[in-house]
């Protein structure tokens, strides 16, 4: 009690003062005092611990209007001198509204980038600044945001062109360059001046403060009290599970409140755990340090005096309020700036925003989230201390990256997240570079944090600790720093700007020299390596650093000097580098083919080699620059080319391609994977454009400096192919036959790899500055390339080319110029194609294809070239000139020792004994050698004179070896080679090339013979030997059709003499084809022909009987379906559903007392149930069952993951297709209708059934238990003779299908109460016909939204499933016991007939009549199994039919909504007939009801209510009749053609007009319409009491969705989780079958259902899909399909890019929109009930589905 006094005695004390305080004096009195600090202080000290922390739980409400009026407002009042609400307007009066939008992101939102006018990929629009801008219709990218950044419209250096939106546009009266100042007065400046920097000093005091017990001077409390708090703070090294595990045992809470201080604590960095005395509180935090101290560091906890928390929540409070009152007026904003920027007493780095920046690693997350929102609000809102502002971060740069280092929250809580908000502004970067020395700042910071060396200085990543590795992560993120301030080029230079980028350069280098060889490997030779070396550290940090090392190069190529100056730096470098290197290498001498070149020994497969070569890359990509930028040829007395060593350069680049070529071969296997990676990552697209790439420009450049045979004798004896080309006996099978096998296969992979090098260095020119092309020539040639591999989609070609600092690369512009786009279907993916004019630049040894897609390409290629009848050669693709500076690197291809290579291959190739080449290998050399004729060509053709055309193959290749050998020239080898039978391959490629050698000769002749004649006759030349060509494939392509079409005659003689020969075979299984089709469209039924087919009632047509045989897909066996036979299955899935449902907030009923015997119309709940159609024996089946049963305890044993299906619950997959199953339908044969003659008509079967319902009951009365008390004894009811009570009929199936139906029975019944099974429950019979009506409903709805005929369209598996339910449902009392079956049937008929003895019918109103019409009739075998009258069964089904459809009528006009005013149409004779019936029964029901009714006049409105009402029962109870009794459908259902009304009631028995049904039975049926109007229920629900269906029903759909997604994003970025008190939700989720949006996949929102934990998806699917769930997770834009708690799976949202793309988890960022193709797909899966049915096949073929927790979304 005394708690309770005392919390109640706080309000009261603070009451009396809160009524004594004046906000006006307290600030007058403010105005007048000199030290206003210290005034406020002591007002501080004195009320803020009266108002914020008095108890364990915070009250923010009170506490936040406490502080408003006690705190905030004489602050205000100060800061006006008048009351605030005025001076606060009249301040935002005289603002002028910023330009910038500075709208701060939430998670979540969305966000929007011009791709084609934003400065670089952060500058970002919201969405109403994106919808009022120019860029909507340009190529944007939309993304989410991660919170935090902010909208940069109105930013001028943000976007090249159209950064204002429509809002932000400004003025042109606006003098921009007004000071904001200039509207206040000089003493509301002072006094703002004064109450900013005392509150500001403030806050800081309070939010920097370490000191837990005691507070700043000044703030004392009056009086202090031993009250304080156990303070957690946050950390990311912890689990939510450990917090919440701790939690439990130290302050001992419930789960749910642990998980609740645990999501705080993740939120706002801390929470307070408990709150007491001292001693109470440290208890608490030592068992909490304690608990968590095992694993790793202990969680932080704080014991806090409650004063000193009362302070900083004002502290936070006080922040918040400086944000909001700057909001007024930007006089004030720059105010704060100035204040916070101002230094302090201890000079350099002490303002107060210095004070909180070096502070940021101490506070707690939600305190710097409260000041960083202030410094955005504030410095960075202000563009003139935004400059200061960066200055001041540059400072302190390094510090603050250090805190960060050492800091273990993510950096989006970290202060060193502004710098994007600063470095990517490209005038404060400049200005920041050439100040405050940035660039080097920021790459000697990094590289001071990565201080493991080895020896030689290079970066050492092997024995990295986790605690390294995490900070090696955290440092990356100054190359993000280093990325924004390089990532817009300077366009003039200033001479300091190239300074300090030149010094930034050096630091750079060093960087680059700490990389130069680092991770080195040596070949492992004998056995496999122990450890796989650490190698990810260095490609990562290669890959972060790709993109800074190209942007340095454009850098340096908008500045002549600049170049000169870094290539030399660079080059100093690498000699640097190199000479560290030459370990003692001993100097040989190569000499081959008259040449010899002095190199070093030196071999890959033995020594130490490196991939990492970041130097040489960085001067190659320099070197091409000199070209490019003509530096090279403008001003070559300043460039060191004369000093190159080109061998130095070469010989690294070549080491790291040797060794792919060795890992090619196989000779490094021993070296594990990571090698293999190294190499993958050395040639991927993230990686090649700074490496292999600038590998092959390095080998270029230094060829281009040697004489090419030295540099191929080098390359020869890198490769260690030297001595098996150096050998004068090399073409002569040099000494190989003793050779080992695998280093014969070795060689001749490094040869083939060796080749296609040379054919690289020659062949690679489309890079600006190697060859005369254009910068967009080298991406068309990349995207042509891929797509010569297969058609592809847009994103696989992003993939597949390389992005640039923008994240752009550049395709969009050259796409459609080499390719034609194609839309997709309903599913697949856009596509582009290759334009067929492109193909003729398609060059096979692209340098960026792997060898699969070398392959695969070439395989298409000559396909293509196959369809198109031409030859299949590949030829080299003509090439561009290359410039000056490379322009020496063709003579590679006519020096002497290639021509000696290709020679010794042609040689080895013509006579192939022996196994030392390969056919790669000879198509390799026949490629050089056509890139050489073609090189020849263009050169002749391009040439003006004779006399300068220098490159002269031809004459070469004609020329045979030199005396003692004397060799074969490579063009009599060729000629050899043309027609070897083991070539055939090759020969189309062998014939080009003697062609074009003919076409070469020729021109050179007429070039010497007469330089005028033009190059027409080799064309003609070429032309001729064409037309052999084609002559000569038209004749094989004509013997080939000759040769096909003999066999097909051949094959079809065969087949009939087979069909003659087994004549009476072929007869009999087509008898049998027609006998199975079980709705043929056959009228031999009726008995006369011109009788209409009927499927109920007395004149129902009998089909003709026929045998059903069916085959067992288990044993293959065919069995005839008897009752008395062996049981045969359906493999069937029964499920619960809502897809129909009217009424989704019905709550679930208690499985235990629900009774379902009556379906409300509004069909809240389902069965339903389908099958795969597969039939098996129904011991097949068990057989099957129990092994998949053992399997599964056989697997539970081993491994605990759930399968796709849950044996547990009977499930199982049907054996065949591998369908989702849980249950097996019996296969019965059809009943036989007695065609009896007592047929009597609706009066005498009423008396008749009255009399043996009695009869009924009193036996059952008889039946039960006597009661104690004797009953007065009625008088016994005699029993229709011919009706006897007690007999019991014998059982006319075998045990076996018995056995089935109560499996089926039992099955039904307990998925769809959610029960356990009970095979005694009387609840069984009424589910299977529930679920039977059901499935039919649903099929019904199905047909009519597909707009498919109601017979003919079904697939036979539904049509199977029909069929099998309606016998189930008639058979299925038989397994039941029978005078229960008779009490279901006999409360079923008193909802029609009113009976006495049984109480509680439901009102007509509540009840679904195609459910009561199935229950019924299949109820009715019970009671018509005890009448031997010969009364006939159809009569009866007539008779129950013709009373529900009359309910129905009523049941209809009853809610039929007051008449809409529609043009009344003139009516025919029939109709007006139609229309007076209506009439006159509803007046009738209007005189039985009363006033709920409205007045209706028009009998033509009420008629097609009817009409319209009652079609889909009918079309319902059409399909049952049809499948109960077999009787074909009239021709008529199986279109969609008029006159479809007048058809169906003609198959049901009933008159057109439905009317007639009523009318003629008036005298019957008026008592029975008396006692349906007058139950109480009718009125109850007519005036609103309970739940009003309309008829007919409509359809359900799923959820509409906007046409564009980030309306969605949007919707959803506001969407706040409903449990954590306004937190934003992390994922949100989007139920598309109700529109509820749910927090998904998070601790707040789980819920405990049937005694799990679960998440808010798996909840709700409970709640509004009966356990199955569609959603659209918005953030990801990914649709996820639940069903149960185990089962679940992702499937392609219906949102498309423009390229017919998904885009899961938002990663491309393309705008997408609404495929209303696949979203209707999606409803039609939903609606046919088969989610589940997919779920089980997507985790069938994807195991990873499996493991998911899907509970837990």
């Known amino acids: 009690m005394a708690a309770a006094e005392s919390d109640r005695e706080v309000p009261s004390a603070l009451c009396t003062e809160f009524l004594n305080f004046s906000v006006k004096d307290t600030a007058s009195k403010w105005l007048q005092v000199t030290d206003l600090y210290k005034e406020v202080y002591h007002h501080l000290a004195r009320y803020v611990p009266k108002i914020y922390c008095l108890g364990p739980n915070l009250n923010p409400q009170s506490e936040d209007l406490l502080a408003q009026m006690l705190l905030q407002a004489p602050l205000e009042w100060y800061l006006c001198g008048e009351d605030p609400s005025t001076g606060l307007a009249k301040l935002e009066q005289n603002n002028q509204p910023s330009q910038l939008c500075g709208h701060v992101f939430k998670v979540g939102e969305p966000t929007y980038s011009c791709r084609e006018c934003a400065a670089d990929p952060t500058c970002v629009l919201c969405m109403q600044c994106f919808l009022g801008s120019v860029h909507k219709e340009h190529r944007y990218r939309m993304t989410t945001s991660g919170g935090g950044g902010f909208c940069d419209c109105g930013d001028t250096e943000a976007w090249k062109k159209g950064p204002y939106c429509q809002k932000h546009e400004p003025n042109i009266s606006d003098s921009c360059q007004e000071d904001p100042l200039a509207h206040l007065s000089t003493d509301m400046i002072a006094r703002c001046y004064n109450v900013f920097s005392v509150v500001l000093k403030y806050a800081v005091d309070m939010l920097t403060w370490d000191k837990e017990d005691e507070l700043p001077p000044g703030l004392e409390p009056p009086d202090r009290s031993d009250t304080y708090y156990c303070m957690l703070f946050n950390d990311e090294v912890h689990t939510y599970e450990q917090v919440i595990y701790t939690l439990q045992k130290a302050v001992n809470c419930t789960q749910k409140e642990a998980v609740s201080f645990a999501t705080t604590v993740d939120r706002d960095g801390r929470k307070s755990v408990r709150f007491g005395d001292f001693a109470f509180c440290e208890l608490a935090k030592s068992v909490i340090v304690r608990n968590t101290s095992r694993q790793s560091k202990p969680l932080r906890v704080q014991v806090m005096h409650s004063s000193v928390v009362a302070h900083q929540c004002f502290a936070l409070k006080a922040l918040h309020w400086l944000g909001h009152v700057i909001g007024y007026s930007d006089a004030l904003r720059r105010i704060l700036c100035q204040v916070g920027l101002e230094r302090g007493p201890e000079g350099e780095n002490s303002s107060l925003v210095d004070t909180l920046m070096l502070c940021d690693s101490k506070m707690w997350k939600g305190a710097r989230n409260v000041y960083h929102q202030l410094f955005m609000s504030s410095l960075l809102m202000d563009l003139k201390y935004k400059k200061l502002f960066a200055i001041q971060f540059a400072k302190n740069y390094e510090r603050l990256q250090s805190d960060y280092v050492k800091d273990d929250h993510d950096r989006e809580f970290s202060v060193t997240d502004l710098s994007v908000q600063m470095f990517t502004v490209p005038s404060l970067a400049r200005m920041l570079i050439t100040e405050e020395n940035l660039m ?76 130069q060889g680092m991770d080195p490997v040596v070949r492992q030779v004998g056995q496999h390596i122990e450890m796989e070396p650490e190698w990810e550290a260095a490609f990562t940090l290669q890959m972060k650093l790709t993109h800074i090392i190209s942007m340095i190069q454009e850098w340096c190529a908008t500045d002549e000097r600049v170049l000169i100056e870094a290539y030399k730096k660079c080059l100093t470098a690498l000699t640097h580098c190199h000479s560290g290197f030459a370990d003692g290498e001993q100097p040989i001498t190569l000499s081959m083919c008259g040449h010899s070149v002095d190199t070093i020994r030196y071999c890959v497969s033995q020594e130490k080699v490196s991939i990492h070569l970041p130097v040489s890359r960085l001067l190659a990509g320099l070197h091409v620059l000199l070209s490019k930028m003509e530096v090279a040829y403008r001003f070559p007395e300043q ?221 298409a290629q000559r396909k293509l070239k196959r369809q198109n009848g031409e030859d299949t050669a590949l030829p080299p693709p003509v090439l561009p000139p290359f410039c000056p500076l490379f322009a020496s690197l063709v003579n590679i291809l006519q020096c002497d020792v290639l021509l000696g290579m290709l020679g010794a291959v042609l040689q080895w190739a013509v006579e192939p004994s022996a196994g030392h080449w390969s056919e790669s290998m000879l198509q390799r050399v026949l490629h050089l050698i056509g890139m050489a004729l073609l090189e020849e060509q263009q050169q002749l053709e391009n040439s003006s004179e004779d006399n300068d055309v220098y490159f002269n193959f031809t004459l070469k290749m004609s020329r045979p070896g030199e005396a003692p050998s004397n060799t074969a020239s490579v063009l009599a080898l060729l000629e050899n ?71 097909m005659a051949q094959m079809s003689e065969m087949q009939r003499h087979f069909i003659n020969e087994n004549k009476e075979l072929f007869q009999q299984s087509l008898e049998e084809l027609d006998a199975s089709t079980s709705t043929s469209l056959d009228h031999r039924y009726p008995a006369s022909p011109d009788a209409a087919l009927a499927c109920v009632g007395p004149r129902r047509s009998r089909p003709r009987e026929k045998r059903q045989v069916v085959t067992c897909i288990l044993c293959q066996e065919e069995q005839e379906i008897r009752a008395d036979g062996k049981a045969m299955v359906l493999a069937a899935f029964v499920q619960r559903s809502t897809v129909m449902s009217k009424n989704r907030t019905r709550p679930p009923h208690d499985p235990k007392r629900y009774d379902p015997l009556f379906m409300h119309p509004d069909l809240s709940f389902g069965t339903h149930t389908g099958s795969c159609g597969h039939i098996m024996h129904s011991h097949c089946w068990q057989r099957y069952f129990e092994a998949v049963q053992a399997k599964e305890q056989r697997r539970q044993q081993r491994l605990r993951v759930h399968t796709s299906y849950d044996v547990g619950n009977g499930e199982f997959l049907c054996p065949l297709c591998e369908c989702l199953s849980n249950t097996v339908i019996p296969l019965l044969p059809r009943t036989m209708g ?139 009392w038989t397994a039941a016991c029978q005078p229960t079956v008779q009490g279901h049937f006999i409360r079923l008929l008193a909802a029609l007939i009113p009976d006495p003895q049984v109480e509680a019918s439901p009102c007509i109103l509540d009840v679904d009549m195609l459910h009561l019409l199935v229950s019924v009739v299949l109820s009715y075998g019970s009671v018509h199994s005890q009448d031997s009258s010969g009364l006939s069964v159809d009569a009866v089904q007539l008779h129950l039919f013709h009373l529900i459809t009359v309910a129905h009528m009523v049941q209809i006009l009853l809610t039929s909504g007051p008449e809409e005013v529609t043009m009344e149409q003139e009516s025919g004779e029939a109709e007006r007939g139609e229309e007076e019936g209506a009439c006159r029964l509803y007046n009738t029901l209007r005189t039985l009801v009363g006033s709920s009714l409205p007045e209706v006049g028009s009998g033509w409105h009420l008629w097609r209510c009817v009409k319209t009402g009652i079609l889909p029962y009918l079309r319902g109870a059409a399909l049952f009749f049809h499948h109960l009794h077999g009787v074909p459908a009239p021709p008529e259902l199986h279109a969609l053609c008029p006159g479809q009304w007048e058809v169906l009631c003609g198959y049901l028995s009933l008159p057109s007009n439905l009317l007639q049904l009523f009318h003629g039975q008036q005298e019957l049926l008026e008592p029975l319409l008396h006692g349906w109007c007058t139950h109480p229920g009718i009125q109850q629900t007519l005036q609103g009491g309970g739940v009003l269906v309309s008829f007919p029903r409509e359809s359900n759909s799923l959820i509409d969705l906007p046409d564009d997604y980030s309306a969605l994003i949007n919707q959803a970025s506001s969407f706040t989780c409903p449990k954590s008190g306004g937190d934003k939700s992390r994922a949100p989720t989007l139920c598309l079958v109700c529109g509820s949006m749910l927090c998904s996949q998070s601790y707040c929102c789980q819920t405990e259902l049937e005694g799990e934990d679960v998440g808010a998806c798996t909840a709700h699917t409970f709640a509004c899909g009966a356990g199955v769930g569609i959603f659209l997770r918005v953030r990801e834009s990914q649709v996820l399909f639940l069903a149960g708690k185990t089962k679940g799976c992702f499937y392609a949202p219906p949102y498309l890019d423009d390229y017919g793309e998904t885009d899961q988890g938002l990663r491309r960022g393309n705008p997408l929109h609404l495929c209303h193709e696949r979203y209707r797909k999606i409803q039609k899966l939903w609606r046919q009930h088969s989610i589940t049915e997919e779920i089980g096949h997507a985790q069938e073929a994807n195991q990873t589905l499996v493991g998911i927790d899907w509970q837990h979304l």
């Open 440 to 515: 080097t700042t920021i790459i000697r910071t990094f590289v001071d944090h990565l201080r493991h060396r080895d020896l030689q200085g290079r970066f050492q990543f092997e024995r990295y600790t986790a605690q390294q590795a995490f900070k090696f992560r955290r440092v990356q993120s100054l190359i993000g720093d280093l990325k924004y301030v390089l990532i817009s080029r300077p366009t003039e230079w200033s001479d300091q700007l190239r300074e300090k980028f030149l010094e930034g350069l050096d630091t750079f280098l060093e960087l680059l020299k700490c990389m």
């Open 639 to 859: 460039l060191p080319l004369s000093e190159l060593s080109p061998p130095m350069l070469i010989e690294h680049p070549l080491r790291c391609l040797v060794l792919c070529a060795q890992v090619h071969a196989g000779m490094w296997r021993r070296n594990g994977f990571s090698l293999v990676n190294q190499i993958y990552y050395y040639h991927n697209v993230k990686c090649r454009v700074e490496m292999f790439d600038k590998d092959l420009i390095m080998l270029q450049a230094g060829a281009s400096m040697m004489d090419p045979n030295h540099f191929l004798m080098i390359v020869l004896s890198r490769f260690e192919l030297y001595h098996i080309f150096s050998s004068a006996e090399c073409r002569k099978r040099y000494n190989r036959e003793n050779a080992n096998k695998d280093v014969v296969q070795q060689n001749n992979t490094l040869t083939e790899e060796m080749l296609h090098l040379i054919m690289m260095v020659v062949g690679e020119r489309f890079e600006s500055g190697i060859g005369q092309v254009e910068g967009c020539d080298e991406i068309k040639r990349e995207i042509l390339h891929q797509l010569c591999i297969r058609p592809m989609a847009h994103s696989e070609l992003v993939k597949a080319l390389p992005e640039n600092e923008n994240k752009e690369t550049g395709m969009e512009r050259v796409i459609d110029c080499v390719a034609s786009f194609k839309k997709p279907g309903v599913t697949g993916r856009g596509l582009y194609e290759l334009r067929p004019e492109c193909a003729k630049q398609f060059n096979l040894y692209f340098h960026h294809y792997s060898r699969a897609d070398q392959s695969k390409a070439e395989e």
């Open 977 to 1047: 080679l043309q027609n070897a039978p083991h070539l055939e391959v090759h020969e189309d490629m062998i014939r080009w090339l003697l062609k074009t050698v003919a076409g070469i000769k020729t021109l050179r002749e007429r070039s010497a013979s007469t330089s005028t004649v033009t190059a027409s006759g080799s064309r003609g030349q070429e032309e001729t030997a064409c037309d052999k060509d084609k002559a000569e494939r038209k004749r094989k392509a004509e013997m080939a059709r000759l040769r096909r079409e003999k066999v």
């Open 1234 to 1372: 007695s065609s009896s003659c007592e047929q009597p008509g609706l009066g005498q079967w009423l008396k008749t059934s009255g009399q043996q319902i009695k009869a009924m009951h009193s036996a059952h009365r008889k039946l039960q238990p006597v009661s104690t008390v004797e009953e007065t004894v009625e008088e016994e009811c005699p029993a229709p003779e011919v009706f006897t009570v007690d007999y019991i009929p014998t059982n006319p199936y075998s045990s076996t299908i018995k056995e089935m139906l109560t499996t089926f029975g039992s099955a039904t019944y307990k998925v769809g109460l959610k029960v356990h099974p009970n095979e005694q429950d009387p609840r069984i019979p009424i589910m299977c016909w529930s679920s039977c009506a059901y499935t039919i409903q649903s099929i019904e709805r199905l047909l009519v939204d597909e707009k498919k005929p109601l017979f003919g369209s079904l697939p036979c598996r539904q049509d199977d499933c029909l069929s099998s339910l309606a016998r189930f449902g008639s058979a299925c």
